[in-house]
DNA sequence: TGTATCCGATACATATGTGTATCGTAGAGG
DNA sequence: CCTCTACGATACACATATGTATCGGATACA
């Protein structure tokens, strides 16, 4: 297999890949048809069973990617904001917040395809276990900078970092589901979201 | 039409119902077919379309069962405390709000059921502003028992009512569908719920 | 007891989706 | 320049779902 053809081929499954979140997202797993993803996509049914085993097979392996990320850009944002000494005594700590839980670049798609993500979850054990581990590491990421800027800083949590972390990650969620409920593009997801995380921002800290 | 035969075809619809409303739960509105609709409830798909018109129509009219009943009991448990004299100086505010956001008896098929409408609501534009609509009764039924508990009390709340009971209600919506994919019982559910939202509600209060 | 009516069962037509088997062709390698 | 391989297209077999049209029987009522 030469280099132009492997490269070729992952075109292929990236392009299969790409189109088939976005249509995860707009119509569902079960909405959405094989034909109707490589339609997208530009192939015909005959690319797709060549890279992929099955709709499902390709499902799970965009589900690890998107978590993957989701997980490797919260992480990231929260290495930038140590590395660039953003944890100053007098950070601003909504604004970090913020600009962790926007990591995961929740746009109208992105919510949507994880509330897919999220309902295939609840449907299934082994594949919820998945999610809830990867979901844990991520808390785990956004509990460390919470008690680091918290070490830092003259005010102090007033429940454990933990449930904070947790807290904070479902009202995001929650936000953004909603904004996108009512047809929010990019920006509105993040502007709502953002308001209510600050008011409970302002709730887990005490002088 | 007679009554007996007016009860009969009642039943009929309840049952078609209730057996959707647990297949729309487990594999989700595309995943369950009238025909398994219909082998659920004991009938076959005659009895089906000479009730409903088509699945959707079904779905629409369990939604918004589901939504009332939801709403309702919301509004009944409030009233209820209020009746009850719950509201005295020395009430546990953490008891009263775990009591009120239990009224949406969420066991496992339930909080499952919701998150297909939710998903559903995430797709469809009118649907979605329905869903919204409705939440936002449920959201102004906690808000004013939230205000009336602290008008009578010595605490103070240190956000908005309504941004409370929106925060209080996405939580405990959170935690119960992770309980959920945890493979967690009614009870159990009910418990993990609990335990944040009583940090949330400490977090509320102020001397 | 006869009859009309309504509801649920059955049968049918049609559509859509999946997966496999086969084919054609572009490009790598000798 | 020829051949061989691999990838994507095409064609086919099969399964499953929807919706409609028709049928049969139970029940109310005269």
């Given amino acids: 297999m030469t280099t132009t053809a492997t490269r070729s081929r992952e075109n292929t499954r ?3 890949l790409d189109a088939a979140s976005q249509l995860f997202a707009e119509v569902g797993l079960d909405g959405a048809s094989v034909e109707a993803v490589c339609e997208r996509a530009g192939f015909t049914r005959g690319a797709f069973y060549s890279n992929f085993e099955s709709k499902d097979e390709l499902f799970l392996m965009l589900a690890g990617h998107v978590a993957e990320q989701r997980v490797n850009a919260v992480r990231e944002r929260v290495d930038e904001i140590a590395a660039e000494g953003g944890l ?9 917040v913020q600009r962790i839980m926007d990591a ?3 746009d109208r798609v992105g919510v949507m395809l994880m509330s897919e993500i999220r309902i295939r979850a609840l449907r299934d054990g082994q594949f919820g276990a998945a999610y809830l581990a990867q979901e844990r590491e991520m808390v785990a990421s956004i509990s460390a900078i919470i008690s680091d800027i918290v070490a830092v800083s003259p005010l102090e949590l007033r429940i454990p970092a933990e449930s904070a972390a947790r807290m904070l990650m479902i009202i995001w969620e929650g936000m953004t589901v909603r904004g996108a409920m009512a047809g929010q593009d990019a920006d509105q997801l993040r ?3 953002s308001e209510e995380l600050g008011r409970l921002v302002q709730l887990l800290l005490a002088e």
């Fill in 14 to 16: 990236a392009r299969l």
């Fill in 88 to 96: 100053a005594e007098d950070c601003d700590p909504i604004d970090l």
């Fill in 191 to 193: 502007h709502s979201g």
């Fill in 104 to 106: 995961g670049s929740d």
